[in-house]
């Protein structure tokens, strides 16, 4: 090597060990300057090989034989596996015995070496690379699955708590139930026992009249009813109930609440699978193969079974492509590893013979009947849909148990595609049952949809009696079922339990009991979600306001007189016979439920040479004609079918969601009037806010698109962003105690606290941020703004203001919006708690012991009320103030002064106290609750 380029040293000549080498023997194996290249070649040797340096190597160096130290060995002895000379070969020792030659080996052995080198570094390696990534992301997740874990736990501790006040309430509600039941009998009782009495005195006082009378009639008439007055009325005990408090072992209560699984490792065996380059059959045949089975699969694609068993798959230039070797004893396959079979018999195929040429000649023979199959007969089907990805693993065994039908199933869920391949009528009966578990998929994946908002706002579960009185949750299809049937004001509803045991649930009692034993009773709550409140009575029944019933009227067309078979000559298909016609019949409920359009277009399927027969009466479809013609007509009867079925599902969760959550928007030009959205409009905007979407946009009937913005409740049509309408969205749920402000980011019911930064693009953010800085003389610049959204503070600001309103005159300015300043260690606290007028003092009480808050941001933003982080970032809350009446305060004030008036029982305070009554630009307030911190802004 060349010392300018290497830092190891040149080549030096093996003879003269000082020049450098330009030459190189490559027989010898020694390097050699020119000086030396005569002395080397004098030697008494003849098979000397001088060569330039870098063209050394090119002929072997085989190793020298141990037994004739000058002869080299050329040959390996397979026998005595060892390496041999020319002399070696001719000795006794290695007579008889096998050899190969270490040329041939060495070239073997060469390619062998390469393509392991090549291997390793394309397939091999990059695997184990993919193994370290993945290692080192579950090492890098680990702590936040953890943190997943530590909050499931913590759900479930709030969920038992829940639960708990739930049974207790619940046994409350019993115990009223039982107290009026005990009142009932007991006046029920007394009730008869003083009917009794007045008959008695009734009695006595006829008897002393006739006493006193001289009537002979009526004392002749007399009859005692002394006897029937004798027997007493039985006593009655009605015995109070008794609570008896169960014990609980720690370790039952432990088991209650649940468990974590120990860790479990297991090792997957992975197997490594060489890439193999596609091979030429002429690679691998130098003679005709005969074959015994040939399917054509398409234009492109041939699939052969030859003598040992082999399916080899080709091209159209003869390429081979794969080759699947079946396991012993197994059926054969084919390129797709699935079985053949077929409806029709194939010929014998042991005479054909496979030609490799440039192309693959049509087959020119004639049908004879249904004897042999033809490229013709074989159909493939593929469909294409997204609701494929979602399939579920039966979902997906259920369509791939169609091979056992002789048709090739290939499921492919990441690109959401299945084919189908395989004999006409069989890839038809085939598709029917795609189609079905496609259909199911929708239904499930819908049903799941509508059950997410219904699952946030309403729960139904039923009391365990035999698991101590425990509240059990209904799964979400059936709490699903429940709601609808509650809303529609069914009587009762049954469904199927896990192990397939039927229930009925009362809904007239909120009973539920197993459908064979109608003693085994339990009871069964709705409550909502956003209060934790049960929409039931002392009695258990539930509130529910009228609702007007669909008219379920059907009508029923005929088309036709009759269905008759055609009968004639299809020239391009062949003779039709009558085996070649197919009748295909769809029973479906929703066939009754088809609008006028979507069943035209099932008629229209007449023009495909199809005979349509519609039945909406009965929820029947018929189709007749011939095989592929009926195929095709039932690809579509299915599409129509399954957007009928999504269209009813989307309506009835429409109408379930518009019994929980109405959506209305302001009418400016209409009295400023609320006007509610269409149904299918008010499911899109619920979902779009459960999905926590900024925006979303819809269609009015005249198909003028409008623009709903989620972040600050306003609509205004695409074409007209400044004509702006608000929109309000309010829960008709009965008792929902808090309704969240249109500005606010979704919350779910039980989620009392979220912190939510606002995009510096949104006009909320520009707003705040123009407020702070016209309020302030030094040029700050704003950080970040971030929205204070607390359920319980606001609830409880609300509630004070409602009372200051009532309380003070209709002029005075109850709230205003001031400025507080404060440091980064309290911030979560105040998020959470609100103002604390316990911290008070920090930065000066001269007007009392109070909550300060200044009119002016640029005095609350001073480093002595804002002081900097570690950042050098300040922090202050633009915050909404229940001021009221104020007056001037004082230091060492508690409270606010009394109003001049409140005396006796008129006794009121000021709500506030101010630095100058005048011109305030100091509020004090002494009420926690009359703060609420709307935002929080940091700024430098």
């Known amino acids: 090597?060349?010392?300018?380029?290497?830092?190891?040293?040149?080549?030096?000549?093996?003879?003269?060990?000082?020049?450098?080498?330009?030459?190189?023997?490559?027989?010898?194996?020694?390097?050699?300057?020119?000086?030396?290249?005569?002395?080397?070649?004098?030697?008494?040797?003849?098979?000397?090989?001088?060569?330039?340096?870098?063209?050394?190597?090119?002929?072997?160096?085989?190793?020298?034989?141990?037994?004739?130290?000058?002869?080299?060995?050329?040959?390996?002895?397979?026998?005595?596996?060892?390496?041999?000379?020319?002399?070696?070969?001719?000795?006794?020792?290695?007579?008889?015995?096998?050899?190969?030659?270490?040329?041939?080996?060495?070239?073997?052995?060469?390619?062998?070496?390469?393509?392991?080198?090549?291997?390793?570094?394309?397939?091999?390696?990059?695997?184990?690379?993919?193994?370290?990534?993945?290692?080192?992301?579950?090492?890098?997740?680990?702590?936040?699955?953890?943190?997943?874990?530590?909050?499931?736990?913590?759900?479930?501790?709030?969920?038992?708590?829940?639960?708990?006040?739930?049974?207790?309430?619940?046994?409350?509600?019993?115990?009223?139930?039982?107290?009026?039941?005990?009142?009932?009998?007991?006046?029920?009782?007394?009730?008869?026992?003083?009917?009794?009495?007045?008959?008695?005195?009734?009695?006595?006082?006829?008897?002393?009249?006739?006493?006193?009378?001289?009537?002979?009639?009526?004392?002749?008439?007399?009859?005692?009813?002394?006897?029937?007055?004798?027997?007493?009325?039985?006593?009655?005990?009605?015995?109070?109930?008794?609570?008896?408090?169960?014990?609980?072992?720690?370790?039952?209560?432990?088991?209650?609440?649940?468990?974590?699984?120990?860790?479990?490792?297991?090792?997957?065996?992975?197997?490594?699978?060489?890439?193999?380059?596609?091979?030429?059959?002429?690679?691998?045949?130098?003679?005709?193969?005969v074959l015994r089975v040939v399917t054509c699969l398409n234009e492109e694609e041939i699939s052969t079974i030859g003598e040992n068993a082999d399916i080899e798959y080709f091209n159209t230039q003869g390429a081979r492509q794969k080759i699947i070797k079946p396991k012993s004893g197994k059926e054969h396959v084919d390129v797709w590893g699935k079985a053949h079979r077929s409806s029709r018999p194939i010929r014998d195929m042991s005479s054909v013979t496979l030609s490799y040429g440039k192309s693959i000649q049509p087959i020119n023979k004639t049908n004879q009947g249904k004897g042999d199959c033809l490229e013709s007969d074989f159909k493939t089907k593929i469909f294409k849909e997204s609701i494929i990805k979602s399939l579920t693993s039966s979902q997906e065994m259920e369509i791939i148990r169609l091979r056992q039908n002789g048709v090739d199933v290939s499921v492919e869920k990441r690109v959401g595609q299945i084919r189908l391949h395989g004999l006409l009528e069989d890839v038809m009966i085939a598709s029917g049952k795609v189609y079905k578990v496609i259909r199911d998929a929708e239904k499930n994946l819908q049903e799941k949809q509508a059950a997410e908002p219904l699952a946030s706002m309403v729960e139904w579960c039923f009391l365990e009696t035999t698991n101590s009185n425990d509240l059990t949750k209904y799964p979400p299809n059936i709490s699903m079922q429940l709601e609808k049937a509650f809303v529609n004001q069914e009587t009762r509803v049954s469904f199927l339990d896990a192990q397939g045991k039927k229930y009925i649930v009362d809904l007239t009692t909120f009973e539920e009991y197993p459908e064979d034993d109608t003693r085994d009773i339990v009871k069964v709550i709705r409550r909502s979600k956003l209060d934790g409140k049960e929409h039931v009575d002392v009695w258990g029944k539930a509130h529910r306001s009228s609702r007007p019933i669909r008219d379920m009227s059907s009508v029923t067309l005929s088309y036709g007189k009759s269905i008759q078979p055609i009968n004639k000559t299809n020239q391009g298909k062949g003779d039709c016979l009558e085996s070649d016609f197919k009748t295909k019949i769809f029973k479906e409920s929703i066939i009754k439920s088809l609008t006028p359009s979507q069943e035209m277009e099932i008629i229209r399927l007449r023009e495909n040479g199809v005979d349509v027969l519609v039945e909406k009466r009965v929820g029947q479809i018929q189709l007749h004609g011939l095989l592929e013609d009926v195929m095709n007509a039932s690809d579509q009867v299915y599409k129509v079918i399954r957007h009928a079925e999504k269209n009813r599902q989307e309506e009835q969760a429409a109408e379930l969601t518009v019994s929980m959550v109405e959506w209305c928007f302001l009418d400016n030009t209409c009295s400023n009037d609320l006007i509610k959205y269409p149904p299918d409009i008010n499911l899109q905007l619920e979902?779009?806010?459960?999905?926590?979407?900024?925006?979303?946009?819809?269609?009015?009937?005249?198909?003028?698109?409008?623009?709903?913005?989620?972040?600050?409740?306003?609509?205004?049509?695409?074409?007209?962003?400044?004509?702006?309408?608000?929109?309000?969205?309010?829960?008709?749920?009965?008792?929902?105690?808090?309704?969240?402000?249109?500005?606010?980011?979704?919350?779910?019911?039980?989620?009392?606290?979220?912190?939510?930064?606002?995009?510096?693009?949104?006009?909320?953010?520009?707003?705040?941020?123009?407020?702070?800085?016209?309020?302030?003389?030094?040029?700050?610049?704003?950080?970040?703004?971030?929205?204070?959204?607390?359920?319980?503070?606001?609830?409880?600001?609300?509630?004070?203001?409602?009372?200051?309103?009532?309380?003070?005159?209709?002029?005075?300015?109850?709230?205003?919006?001031?400025?507080?300043?404060?440091?980064?260690?309290?911030?979560?606290?105040?998020?959470?708690?609100?103002?604390?007028?316990?911290?008070?003092?920090?930065?000066?009480?001269?007007?009392?012991?109070?909550?300060?808050?200044?009119?002016?941001?640029?005095?609350?933003?001073?480093?002595?009320?804002?002081?900097?982080?570690?950042?050098?970032?300040?922090?202050?809350?633009?915050?909404?103030?229940?001021?009221?009446?104020?007056?001037?305060?004082?230091?060492?004030?508690?409270?606010?002064?009394?109003?001049?008036?409140?005396?006796?029982?008129?006794?009121?305070?000021?709500?506030?106290?101010?630095?100058?009554?005048?011109?305030?630009?100091?509020?004090?307030?002494?009420?926690d609750a009359q703060a609420y911190p709307e935002y929080l802004i940091t700024f430098q």
């Not at 060892?82 to 060495?106: D, G, M, N, R, Y």
Request: glycine share 4%; with cysteine; proline share 4%.
């Open 1 to 289: 090597m060349d010392p300018k380029y290497s830092a190891q040293d040149v080549a030096r000549c093996d003879l003269c060990k000082i020049a450098i080498a330009q030459s190189y023997c490559d027989f010898c194996h020694v390097n050699l300057c020119r000086s030396c290249i005569g002395e080397h070649i004098s030697e008494e040797y003849d098979k000397h090989k001088i060569v330039p340096i870098l063209q050394r190597k090119s002929t072997l160096n085989y190793p020298k034989c141990e037994i004739h130290q000058n002869e080299v060995c050329q040959y390996q002895c397979k026998d005595c596996n060892i390496f041999v000379c020319t002399h070696c070969l001719a000795s006794k020792q290695h007579k008889e015995h096998e050899f190969l030659k270490l040329e041939e080996s060495f070239s073997a052995k060469k390619k062998h070496i390469l393509k392991d080198t090549e291997e390793l570094t394309e397939q091999i390696l990059p695997i184990y690379e993919e193994i370290v990534i993945d290692l080192e992301n579950q090492i890098s997740n680990l702590d936040g699955e953890y943190k997943k874990l530590t909050s499931e736990m913590s759900k479930q501790r709030e969920e038992i708590h829940r639960e708990v006040d739930n049974a207790f309430d619940q046994m409350e509600l019993e115990i009223v139930e039982i107290n009026v039941k005990h009142h009932s009998i007991l006046q029920k009782h007394l009730e008869e026992i003083k009917q009794l009495q007045s008959l008695m005195q009734q009695t006595l006082k006829a008897l002393n009249e006739i006493e006193e009378s001289n009537e002979v009639t009526s004392i002749i008439h007399y009859s005692s009813k002394n006897e029937q007055f004798s027997k007493l009325p039985p006593k009655v005990h009605v015995s109070m109930p008794k609570f008896i408090p169960k014990q609980r072992e720690k370790e039952q209560l432990c088991s209650l609440i649940g468990k974590l699984t120990p860790l479990s490792t297991t090792l997957e065996e992975r197997v490594f699978t060489a890439k193999k380059p596609n091979t030429s059959a002429r690679e691998q045949l130098d003679v005709s193969e």
């Open 687 to 927: 979902k779009a806010l459960r999905f926590q979407e900024s925006r979303t946009s819809f269609l009015d009937a005249q198909g003028k698109r409008y623009i709903v913005d989620l972040t600050t409740y306003e609509e205004y049509p695409e074409d007209d962003i400044s004509d702006i309408v608000k929109v309000i969205r309010r829960s008709k749920l009965n008792g929902s105690g808090f309704e969240q402000p249109p500005t606010w980011t979704y919350m779910e019911p039980n989620e009392n606290i979220s912190v939510v930064p606002l995009l510096q693009s949104s006009q909320e953010f520009k707003a705040v941020q123009d407020d702070f800085l016209q309020n302030t003389e030094a040029s700050f610049k704003v950080v970040k703004i971030e929205r204070i959204q607390n359920r319980k503070l606001l609830q409880r600001y609300d509630a004070k203001l409602q009372l200051l309103k009532k309380q003070n005159p209709s002029e005075c300015t109850n709230e205003r919006k001031l400025w507080l300043g404060t440091c980064n260690e309290v911030v979560p606290n105040i998020n959470t708690y609100g103002f604390n007028r316990s911290y008070c003092g920090k930065n000066g009480i001269i007007f009392g012991n109070g909550v300060y808050f200044a009119i002016n941001a640029g005095f609350s933003a001073r480093d002595t009320y804002s002081p900097r982080d570690f950042n050098g970032q300040k922090r202050i809350y633009q915050c909404r103030v229940l001021t009221g009446e104020f007056c001037r305060g004082l230091r060492g004030m508690m409270v606010p002064p009394i109003k001049p008036q409140g005396t006796g029982a008129n006794y009121i305070l000021y709500d506030s106290v101010v630095d100058n009554v005048s011109n305030p630009g100091i509020f004090v307030i002494f009420n």
